[in-house]
């Protein structure tokens, strides 16, 4: 079909043979239809530019879609990425903040081991020593010196020992 009666709506084809001057001009020849116009049918032809239109929105729509999904997964890896920097960055806090944990706890381990063989290793003069101080702050209060040496209580002298 090529033809269509603009008046009828009708579609015929225009193949001429042996006489016969086409579906048209045959249904055409009496009476009112005699008036009526013929214009070409491009049915065919509209139907195939809008398959192809359509396929051409579609390969759009694919696009669309197919942009949109690798947007969504630069987005997910910039997460990712900032996720593991962010997740990094607490990793290495922690792992600074318990590195300074051992540190203190290995310093206060050896204090503590200071403390404790400490006056075993002085022996008695950490004792002596202790004691002596005791002493001479006690005798300060009363005015009299001790003599380091002997033990024995000094008068002080102005001026002198």
């Known amino acids: 079909p090529d033809t269509m ?5 009708e579609v015929y084809c225009s193949v001429k043979w042996m006489g016969n001057p086409g579906c048209f ?5 009496k009476g009112n ?9 491009t049915y065919m032809e509209e139907l195939e530019a809008a398959r192809k239109k359509e ?6 729509a694919e696009a669309e879609v197919e942009r949109q999904k690798q947007a969504e997964i ?19 806090r922690i792992l600074l903040a318990a590195q300074d944990i051992i540190k203190r706890k290995q310093e206060e381990k050896k204090e503590r081991a200071k403390a404790r063989f400490l006056p075993r290793l002085l022996g008695m003069r950490v004792r002596q020593a202790v004691e002596h101080a005791a002493e001479e702050v006690e ?11 002997t033990g024995r209580r000094r008068q002080a002298v102005q001026g002198q020992w």
């Open 5 to 9: 009666c603009t008046q009828c709506g």
């Open 25 to 29: 001009a045959k249904q055409h020849r």
């Open 33 to 41: 239809r005699r008036t009526h116009t013929k214009e070409p049918y």
């Open 55 to 60: 396929e051409r929105r579609k390969r759009r």
């Open 74 to 92: 630069e987005a997910a890896k910039a997460a990712q990425e900032a996720f593991e920097k962010a997740q990094g960055d607490r990793e290495a």
């Open 139 to 149: 005798h300060e209060a009363v005015g009299a010196q001790i003599d380091c040496r």
